[in-house]
C-alpha cells in the first residue's frame, strides 16, 4: 500500500505538458491547448491514470470566468455575482425563489403523478437538482458532466473563438448522492435521481457538485467565505479549443443542441420545469 498523502496531482493547464501542479496554478493557467476531441480524451486518458485517487468530472464553458485574483472560478448560480459577490440582500432574495420553486415543483410534480414524488418531498437536494439543471432558477449546485465528449460539446454552444474544458476531482462515487465531510463536497447523480421520463440528465450524463453539508440559507452561507464555494477549488486540470477545428474529425462529432436540449414534448419534465418557471414570474 502507498503511504497516505503520497499522491501528487498531475494536471494539463498551460503550453507544457502533463506535469504535477497546485491548485492554484491550474487555475491562473491560460489552459492547454488541444487542437482536436482525439488529443484531449488521449490527454484525458493521462490524468485518469496518473490522479487515481481522483475520479474526474468535466465541465465546458465558452468563456473562462477569473475572480479578482485572476483564477478560474466555477461557482454555483447562487453565488455569482456581476463584478465581485452578490450582496446580503441578493442572497437572500435568491434563497426565497429557491424555496418558492421548491414549493411549486413539489405541487406540479404530484399533480403529474411522476415516479419518485415521495423521494422530492422528502430530499430538498433532490428538488434542486431538477430546479438547477432545468435551469428553472439559482441554485446552490454546479452542472458538470461525466463526458468528455458532452463537457466540449457545451463549451461549443456559445460560439465563441475559444472554449475552454475544466477538469474536476472529486472522491470516489457511491450511489445517487456521494457526500464527503473530508472534502466538504458532495455529488449528485441526475440519472439516479431525476424520474425515467426525464430525457436531458440521461443524455448528459448529469452530475452536479454541491458543498457539505448543504446552503440550506443564507444563515448558514454567511458562515463561510466566498472563495470557499468556488469550485474552482477542485480543479485538476484546464484546457482550451477552438470549436471551429476541434470538430473536424466525423469518428467524433460535435453532440448537437437538440440532443443536449431535448424538446417539451420528448421531455415531460422539461414542460413540467418551464410551468414551474413561468409561476415564479
Not at 497516505?4 to 501542479?21: E, L, N, P, Y
Not at 465541465?59 to 454555483?76: A, F, I, M, Y
Not at 470516489?172 to 466538504?184: F, P, Q, R
Request: net charge positive; charged share 25%; proline share 5%.
Amino acid at each position: 500500500m502507498e503511504t497516505i498523502g503520497s499522491q501528487k496531482t498531475w494536471s494539463f493547464f498551460d503550453h507544457r505538458g502533463c506535469q504535477v501542479a497546485k491548485n492554484s496554478a491550474v487555475r491562473q493557467g491560460a489552459g492547454h491547448r488541444v487542437g482536436s476531441y482525439v488529443e484531449l480524451a488521449t490527454k484525458i486518458a493521462e490524468l485518469q491514470f496518473r490522479n487515481r485517487d481522483h475520479v474526474l468530472l468535466f465541465r465546458g464553458q465558452g468563456t473562462d470566468h477569473r475572480n479578482v485574483k485572476g483564477n478560474s472560478s466555477l461557482k454555483p448560480s447562487l453565488f455569482r455575482g456581476g463584478r465581485g459577490n452578490p450582496d446580503r440582500v441578493t442572497l437572500v432574495e435568491r434563497f426565497e425563489r429557491l424555496k418558492r420553486a421548491e414549493q411549486i415543483l413539489i405541487a406540479e410534480y404530484a399533480k403529474e403523478k411522476l415516479l419518485g414524488v415521495d423521494r422530492l418531498k422528502r430530499h430538498h437536494l433532490l428538488r434542486w437538482s431538477i430546479l438547477q439543471h432545468y435551469e428553472v432558477c439559482s441554485t446552490p449546485l454546479l452542472d458538470v458532466t461525466h463526458s468528455v465528449r458532452i463537457a466540449a460539446s457545451f463549451a461549443s454552444l456559445a460560439e465563441t473563438d475559444t472554449a475552454f474544458l475544466y477538469v474536476l476531482g472529486v472522491p470516489n462515487l457511491s450511489g445517487a448522492n456521494t457526500a464527503s465531510a473530508e472534502a466538504g463536497l458532495q455529488i449528485v447523480r441526475l440519472s439516479s435521481v431525476c424520474p425515467p421520463s426525464a430525457v436531458r440528465p440521461h443524455l448528459q450524463e448529469g452530475y452536479l457538485l454541491g458543498e457539505y453539508p448543504d446552503m440550506t440559507g443564507y444563515e448558514r452561507e454567511e458562515n463561510y467565505y466566498p472563495y470557499e464555494m468556488d469550485f474552482g477549488r477542485r480543479l485538476v486540470a484546464k484546457f482550451s479549443f477552438k470549436p471551429a477545428s476541434f470538430w473536424k474529425n466525423d469518428d467524433f462529432p460535435r453532440v448537437a443542441r437538440s440532443a443536449l436540449y431535448p424538446s417539451e414534448k420528448s421531455d415531460p419534465v422539461y414542460r413540467l420545469a418551464l410551468g414551474v418557471k413561468n409561476q415564479l414570474g
